[in-house]
């Protein structure tokens, strides 16, 4: 993550090239990147930003939800780590979900001015640049070099790993703290930034870090051990400076957990020993880190053949660095082969390439031989962490590399500079693809206000098909939490204390309970249901079947069977 402490600055002989004063490079940059977000991402949500959805599936209504309940939450006085409004009336708390109270909090004005899929779309289009302005800083440090710098920025914030996760993990493209913790700890171990210093700035950082995703918190810790462990390997004459290093960060951990400690009250008291979001034993296929997806612009309509065990167009196929980025890491890591820093790099890189493969070495799908991380892989902790997010290291490790190599030897040659070039092209995304964006369903019953006056307040209903099958998350966040949901959650872990929890296990997953129509209205009825909605466009199954238990009314797109009186304003069933 960072240079040996104690070697050899790489630039300690450079000059500062590019715009004038550090601030200019630095404001050009973060322009630099706003626009290429912008370009990239934003093109098929600006026309409609406050009904159109960045990203696909049913992951962004997670996030829209999220960031419309803390604002919500708090406005109410309700406590925002504990929520009924989902899984009503038993509730989950959310530290165990993808909540972001880390972008909710900032973004509660945007929310409330301009509601939860406008401010859901300003973060994604504004985090990418935020990881690049981010990766940008640690590589000026590192190469007192604009240019070069704008490219690691580029290659980081803009990799492949984060334009996967724009389909709709927000948590996992807010991953602008990693470089920040790395410059800080860099600085620490250069000796510009003393004990103090250092906890004041990663401190924060690192709480932040938690409150975006305990996921990339947990890895990143990781990710410290092993270049702090490498670091001692490398450099025997730097494990003084390396020890000194320990107490302080040991305090930016204090720190962290005490910014976060309500969110840390409720994860420990909450403690889930299982994996919450399902976990696959195989990481990234080997060909993926060099052949484009189905995402990528250049090369991308060949992806299946380069690896036709893999879905074409999925989050989670982030580990593409390019054969150019593949060849420059390669010159740079044989040339500085003796240097420490180099040796550093090497192993760090190493041991993230590794650990992204997961448990099992897979070659276009073919699962060979095990992997270390298999013996990992059942602990507590690391069995929610999905391998081939790891690769967000190789990215952030790629991208500082790519930056040393085009910033050494002078004055750049033509080669340098096409071989860059092709590096930054290699990984542009195919921005006509319709995954970038969708068009949410929102039935006039929520749409047109009509909820409002068919629902009590505060009123627990089922929706089916359940969320996921459904935009129902979106339409409740939509709605200001007016109504609860019965069968909803912000992952795939479901309460262990539902009235019913085998019928609710069956309606979550689209199936009928044993006891068909009875099954549902026992589990309605147990849980405090007052309505029943059934979204007309997907759930025939649903309203088929409950057709011959319950007199159902059409309103809106959805299909309402009351299981108690309604509001004077709306005659239900």
């Given at each position: 993550m960072s240079t040996a402490p104690g070697a050899s600055h790489p630039s300690a002989a450079r000059v500062a090239r590019g715009p004038g004063s550090p601030r200019a490079g630095l404001a050009l940059a973060g322009v630099c990147y706003l626009v290429v977000s912008v370009s990239e991402f934003g093109a098929g949500v600006l026309a409609g930003f406050r009904h159109l959805l960045l990203g696909t599936g049913g992951d962004p209504q997670i996030f829209v939800w999220a960031l419309g309940w803390w604002p919500h939450a708090i406005g109410a006085g309700i406590n925002p780590v504990v929520t009924r409004a989902l899984w009503s009336p038993v509730g989950s708390d959310l530290v165990w979900a993808t909540a972001v109270p880390g972008l909710a909090l900032p973004?509660?004005?945007?929310?409330?001015?301009?509601?939860?899929?406008?401010?859901?779309?300003?973060?994604?289009?504004?985090?990418?640049?935020?990881?690049?302005?981010?990766?940008?800083?640690?590589c000026r440090h590192l190469t007192r070099a604009f240019w070069p710098a704008l490219l690691g920025g580029y290659l980081f914030g803009f990799s492949s790993y984060v334009?996967?996760?724009?389909?709709?993990?927000?948590?996992?493209?807010?991953?602008?703290?990693?470089?920040?913790?790395?410059?800080?700890?860099?600085?620490?171990?250069e000796g510009s930034l003393g004990g103090r210093g250092l906890m004041l700035r990663v401190g924060p950082l690192l709480g932040l870090q938690f409150a975006l995703s305990t996921e990339v918190y947990f890895t990143l810790f990781l990710a410290i051990a092993v270049a702090l462990a490498a670091a001692g390997l490398v450099a025997p004459a730097s494990r003084p400076a390396l020890r000194a290093v320990l107490l302080p960060l040991a305090g930016c951990y204090a720190i962290s957990f005490a910014l976060v400690s309500p969110l840390l009250y409720y994860a420990l008291t909450d403690l889930h020993t299982g994996a919450v979001t399902p976990v696959s034993a195989v990481g990234a296929d080997l060909v993926s880190f060099a052949f484009p997806t189905g995402l990528t612009a250049i090369g991308g309509g060949l992806a299946?053949?380069?690896?036709?065990?893999?879905?074409?167009?999925?989050?989670?196929?982030g580990q593409y660095l390019g054969l150019p980025a593949?060849?420059?890491?390669?010159?740079?890591?044989?040339?500085?082969?003796?240097?420490?820093?180099?040796?550093?790099?090497?192993?760090?890189?190493?041991?993230?390439?590794?650990?992204?493969?997961?448990?099992?070495?897979?070659?276009?799908?073919?699962?060979?031989?095990?992997?270390p991380w298999r013996a990992l892989q059942q602990l507590p902790l690391f069995d929610n962490v999905i391998p081939g997010r790891l690769s967000v290291y190789v990215a952030l490790l790629g991208a500082l590399i790519v930056a040393l190599w085009s910033s050494s030897g002078g004055r750049p040659t033509g080669a340098t500079v096409a071989l860059c070039a092709l590096a930054a092209l290699a990984i542009i995304p195919d921005v006509s693809l319709a995954q970038w964006h969708e068009a949410p369903e929102q039935p006039a019953f929520f749409a047109s206000g009509l909820a409002r006056r068919c629902l009590r307040a505060g009123e627990?209903?089922?929706?089916?098909?359940?969320?996921?099958?459904?935009?129902?998350?979106?339409?409740?966040?939509?709605?200001?939490?007016?109504?609860?949901?019965a069968d909803a959650g912000l992952n795939a872990d479901i309460p262990a204390h539902l009235p019913d929890r085998q019928a609710g296990v069956d309606i979550v997953n689209n199936n009928v309970p044993p006891h068909g129509a009875a099954g549902v209205v026992a589990f309605a009825r147990a849980s405090g249901v007052g309505a029943?909605?059934?979204?007309?466009?997907?759930?025939?199954?649903?309203?088929?079947?409950?057709?011959?238990?319950?007199?159902?009314?059409?309103?809106?797109?959805?299909?309402?069977?009351?299981?108690?009186?309604g509001p004077s304003g709306c005659v239900r069933p």
């Open positions: 973004l509660a004005p945007v929310t409330l001015l301009f509601g939860p899929i406008a401010a859901y779309n300003l973060a994604a289009l504004l985090l990418p640049a935020a990881a690049a302005l981010a990766a940008y800083v640690l334009a996967g996760h724009e389909l709709g993990h927000l948590h996992l493209t807010a991953v602008f703290a990693l470089p920040l913790v790395a410059l800080g700890l860099l600085r620490f171990c299946p053949h380069f690896d036709p065990s893999i879905a074409l167009v999925s989050p989670e196929n593949i060849l420059i890491i390669a010159l740079y890591l044989w040339r500085r082969r003796d240097a420490p820093v180099g040796r550093l790099l090497a192993i760090c890189l190493g041991v993230a390439f590794l650990a992204t493969l997961g448990g099992e070495l897979q070659v276009r799908g073919i699962r060979l031989v095990p992997l627990n209903t089922l929706i089916l098909p359940a969320p996921f099958r459904s935009e129902a998350l979106l339409w409740q966040a939509e709605d200001g939490f007016r109504f609860d949901i029943i909605l059934v979204d007309a466009s997907s759930g025939a199954m649903w309203r088929a079947l409950l057709d011959r238990a319950l007199p159902g009314r059409a309103l809106g797109g959805v299909d309402l069977y009351a299981l108690s009186a």
